[in-house]
């Protein structure tokens, strides 16, 4: 039979020692130790290699069943949580960080019994203890634990260690909130540009992308985030792939957009990603067509003038049409007749020389009027179209010349129903009789 010191066991049989007192305690079988044999760590939580992975990059919460399932670290620092009543003992679960944001205060608590909660830092074969609490929560059941405005570090790997006080384990609620506002996620509709992630590396051409595509993610930072991020010979800013954050396959625009600002950075430009700023940074995206921040231009409205420009003049309307059903215009007035023509001057212009009588009304179109021989029409005296007819003799005769012929009106336009020709303006008044004193032959006024 195998014997063990009291502490933990279960005791069978027990013998005084030769001095009356409490003795070597025999057991015939083990049934729980202080501190029990892990199971298997390939069970997440078991321990820091097989730690629960939870995506820790927004608010989260994580509901553990038992907290009894692993062995805790080799060493606490209570230094750093005192009067927080932390123990420190017994058994954990382990929870992995991924994707925590750099630069932004996290709040975490724990709930369900008398919990411990630690965070650690590092690798787990070099685990540092980073913060600790025992009994600060303000939880509905009592002595649950908090650690408030916990800030992470770039490039650091952390881990949470939940336990309980004096070795108690059950089950509890971890919760995980950013004291900052998480960044408004944007809502595009425009196109942003996607480029190859390396010059000439990629089978496809760079292009105008819907925000709903999914294309990969590399971002672009003004100042140098942690050590990881590259920068470039020729480049003012910073590239990285995966630096604070996982390498982002299939991303949509928001999704892109937002990966890089939880990490404190931005989307690189098309120009940044062209020129190679984050090329060579991983994951495997200089072959592919990574987002960038550039949006596709719109066609930018005419500008308009403060002071509007004044109106065009109007256009004459056109005549309207004839109208079968309409009334025929109206014929014109007639044109009054001319008034006669006054006496000859006793001084009158020498022989040859042609004067236009004022009363003609159809001077200089083309067509002598003066109803002399060879003219076109009779409408002026003899001798007063002198401009279309040519000096005109004076007639041997004293009577009158006949009445001119009207000029013929141009025809109207055409129409269903012709109107009624216009009527023919009255013959003018008769010239009076020659005067005594005519010009001398050859000469017309």
Same mark, same amino acid.
């Given at each position: 039979?195998?014997?063990?010191?009291?502490?933990?066991?279960?005791?069978?049989?027990?013998?005084?020692?030769?001095?009356?007192?409490?003795?070597?305690?025999?057991?015939?079988?083990?049934?729980?130790?202080?501190?029990?044999?892990?199971?298997?760590?390939?069970?997440?939580?078991?321990?820091?290699?097989?730690?629960?992975?939870?995506?820790?990059?927004?608010?989260?919460?994580?509901?553990?069943?038992?907290?009894?399932?692993?062995?805790?670290?080799s060493s606490y620092d209570a230094s750093l949580c005192l009067d927080t009543a932390f123990g420190g003992a017994g058994p954990v679960f382990w929870i992995k960080l991924d994707g925590v944001r750099p630069g932004n205060e996290l709040d975490l608590t724990?709930?369900?019994?008398?919990?411990?909660?630690?965070?650690?830092?590092?690798?787990?074969?070099?685990?540092?203890?980073?913060?600790?609490?025992?009994?600060?929560?303000?939880?509905?059941?009592?002595?649950?634990?908090?650690?408030?405005?916990?800030?992470?570090?770039?490039?650091?790997?952390?881990?949470?260690?939940?336990?309980?006080?004096?070795?108690?384990?059950?089950?509890?609620?971890?919760?995980?909130?950013?004291?900052?506002?998480?960044?408004?996620?944007?809502?595009?509709?425009?196109?942003?540009?996607?480029?190859?992630?390396?010059?000439?590396?990629?089978?496809?051409?760079?292009?105008?992308?819907?925000?709903?595509?999914?294309?990969?993610?590399?971002?672009?930072?003004?100042?140098?985030?942690?050590?990881?991020?590259?920068?470039?010979?020729?480049?003012?800013?910073?590239?990285?792939?995966?630096?604070?954050?996982?390498?982002?396959?299939?991303?949509?625009?928001?999704?892109?957009?937002?990966?890089?600002?939880?990490?404190?950075?931005?989307?690189?430009?098309?120009?940044?990603?062209?020129?190679?700023?984050?090329?060579?940074?991983?994951?495997?995206?200089?072959?592919?067509?990574?987002?960038?921040?550039?949006?596709?231009?719109?066609?930018?409205?005419?500008?308009?003038?403060?002071?509007?420009?004044?109106?065009?003049?109007?256009?004459?309307?056109?005549?309207?049409?004839?109208?079968?059903? =309409? @009334? $025929? &215009? %109206? +014929? *014109?007035?007639?044109?009054?007749?001319? /008034?006669?023509?006054?006496?000859?001057? #006793?001084? !009158?212009?020498?022989?040859?020389?042609?004067?236009?009588?004022?009363?003609?009304?159809?001077?200089?179109?083309?067509?002598?009027?003066?109803?002399?021989?060879?003219?076109?029409?009779?409408?002026?005296?003899?001798?007063?179209?002198?401009?279309?007819?040519?000096?005109?003799?004076?007639?041997?005769?004293?009577?009158?010349?006949?009445?001119?012929?009207?000029?013929?009106?141009?025809?109207?336009?055409?129409? =269903? @129903? $012709? &109107? %009624? +020709? *216009?009527?023919?303006?009255?013959?003018? /008044?008769?010239?009076?009789?020659?005067? #005594?004193? !005519?010009?001398?032959?050859?000469?017309?006024?």
């Amino acid at each position: 039979t195998d014997y063990v010191q009291s502490g933990g066991c279960t005791v069978v049989n027990e013998l005084p020692n030769s001095d009356g007192g409490e003795g070597i305690i025999y057991v015939d079988r083990v049934v729980s130790l202080t501190n029990p044999v892990p199971p298997p760590s390939s069970s997440p939580g078991r321990s820091c290699e097989a730690a629960l992975s939870i995506d820790a990059s927004s608010a989260f919460s994580v509901d553990i069943a038992d907290t009894s399932l692993g062995v805790g670290p080799s060493s606490y620092d209570a230094s750093l949580c005192l009067d927080t009543a932390f123990g420190g003992a017994g058994p954990v679960f382990w929870i992995k960080l991924d994707g925590v944001r750099p630069g932004n205060e996290l709040d975490l608590t724990t709930c369900g019994f008398d919990t411990d909660l630690s965070v650690f830092e590092g690798s787990c074969s070099s685990l540092s203890m980073a913060a600790c609490d025992g009994d600060s929560g303000s939880c509905s059941v009592d002595y649950g634990s908090s650690i408030d405005d916990f800030v992470p570090k770039a490039d650091t790997q952390y881990y949470i260690v939940v336990g309980g006080y004096g070795g108690e384990s059950g089950a509890a609620t971890l919760t995980g909130t950013y004291s900052s506002t998480d960044p408004e996620p944007p809502n595009p509709t425009s196109k942003r540009y996607v480029e190859c992630g390396r010059r000439n590396r990629c089978s496809e051409e760079p292009k105008w992308a819907d925000v709903d595509e999914k294309h990969e993610v590399r971002c672009c930072a003004d100042e140098r985030i942690s050590n990881s991020w590259k920068k470039t010979d020729g480049c003012s800013v910073w590239g990285e792939s995966n630096g604070g954050f996982a390498c982002a396959n299939r991303k949509t625009f928001v999704e892109a957009s937002s990966i890089c600002e939880l990490a404190g950075a931005r989307l690189c430009s098309a120009a940044e990603l062209a020129a190679g700023c984050a090329a060579g940074t991983g994951c495997g995206h200089d072959s592919d067509l990574v987002w960038s921040s550039d949006e596709e231009p719109s066609s930018a409205p005419p500008s308009t003038s403060t002071s509007p420009p004044p109106p065009p003049s109007p256009k004459p309307s056109p005549p309207p049409p004839p109208s079968a059903s =309409s @009334s $025929p &215009p %109206p +014929p *014109p007035p007639p044109s009054p007749p001319p /008034s006669p023509p006054p006496p000859p001057s #006793p001084l !009158l212009s020498p022989p040859g020389v042609c004067v236009d009588d004022p009363n003609c009304p159809h001077l200089n179109d083309g067509d002598c009027d003066d109803g002399g021989p060879g003219s076109d029409y009779s409408i002026c005296g003899l001798g007063g179209d002198c401009s279309d007819c040519g000096p005109r003799p004076p007639s041997a005769s004293t009577s009158p010349p006949p009445p001119p012929s009207p000029k013929p009106s141009p025809p109207p336009p055409p129409a =269903s @129903s $012709p &109107p %009624p +020709p *216009p009527s023919p303006p009255p013959p003018p /008044s008769s010239p009076p009789p020659p005067s #005594p004193l !005519l010009s001398p032959p050859g000469v017309c006024v």
